[in-house]
């Protein structure tokens, strides 16, 4: 496939996303800096993000999806989940510290992870598939940021800058596919002590499940797979919310327990 931009550019562009990752620092879109910045364009940046953290040694751990709530999309104002990578050293333990330095506008949001068996099958297809190759689901909270300025947002941006990822929150009590209902699972965020969203689980895609299909879907077409093991974060469920330095943040997950984090 040919790209809108060279190769040299998009390297250019995932160092300088590399860099505001790391140091909390502002970009200007993607899009509004090169003409013809698209999604093809953005994957290519994130691929080349993705490189250049395993020369660092940061170990990927599994994926995020994004956007596959339409509580999420209705806030971006988009209509297309995106997905990203995650790393070993973005986790926070539960009830733990998360500091906003490096951070430049921090969100956060709850949402189901599933932790794959070491072995699965090559795609996995149906809600079914799935389950069967999951080994076991826990409450999250992602902490998404934006490297943009102004919170300027567009998708093939968003792509570029890794779907916004920064850290995340695993813990609660994790569960057994077969012990859940997947579709409705109670969400509460409680932010310094207010309840500043709810959803069901259902929320994302009928069932979060679908965003594994999903996923496994969008790398079989990209000529990779879903690897054994995998950590996959399948999206916020209700809205984000700005956090920052001395706030608590509590998603309580019914049948799941309680995701904490404070941020300093
Ligand atoms: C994009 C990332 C979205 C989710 O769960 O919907 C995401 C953003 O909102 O900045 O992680
Ligand atoms: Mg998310």
Redesign the pocket.
């Known amino acids: 496939m040919t790209l809108a931009l060279s190769r040299k550019a998009l390297s250019a562009i995932a160092e300088r996303v590399d860099e505001a990752q790391t140091n909390g620092r502002s970009l200007t879109l993607p899009t509004e800096a090169h003409e013809g910045f698209d999604m093809a364009c953005g994957y290519a940046v994130q691929d080349l993000l993705r490189d250049r953290w395993k020369v660092r040694g940061r170990r990927l751990v599994g994926y995020?999806?994004?956007?596959?709530?339409r509580a999420?999309?209705a806030?971006?104002k988009v209509d297309t989940?995106?997905f990203?990578f995650i790393t070993a050293d973005m986790a926070v333990p539960d009830g733990g510290i998360c500091p906003t330095r490096l951070l430049s506008r921090p969100?956060v949001?709850p949402?189901i992870a599933f932790v794959l068996k070491p072995d699965i099958a090559a795609a996995l297809r149906t809600e079914a598939d799935v389950l069967a190759a999951t080994d076991f689901i826990a409450p999250a909270i992602?902490i998404?940021?934006?490297r943009y300025a102004d919170y300027k947002?567009d998708l093939p941006s968003?792509v570029a800058?890794n779907?916004?990822?920064a850290r995340y929150v695993i813990g609660g009590r994790p569960r057994r596919p077969a012990e859940l209902d997947l579709r409705t699972i109670g969400i509460v965020v409680v932010q310094n002590g207010e309840v500043v969203g709810e959803a069901a689980s259902g929320a994302v895609l009928g069932n979060p499940a679908r965003t594994i299909i999903m996923l496994s879907q969008w790398l079989e077409d990209r000529g990779e797979a879903l690897e054994g093991g995998s950590l996959i974060?399948?999206?916020?469920a209700c809205e984000?919310q700005l956090v920052s330095a001395g706030d608590s943040v509590c998603a309580r997950f019914q049948d799941m327990g309680d995701v904490t984090v404070r941020f300093v």
Request: proline share 3%; aromatic share 4%.
């Open positions: 995020k999806a994004g956007l596959t709530s999420k999309m806030q971006m989940p995106t990203g969100r949001e949402e992602e998404i940021d934006s947002f968003v800058d779907s916004s990822s974060l399948t999206g916020g984000a």
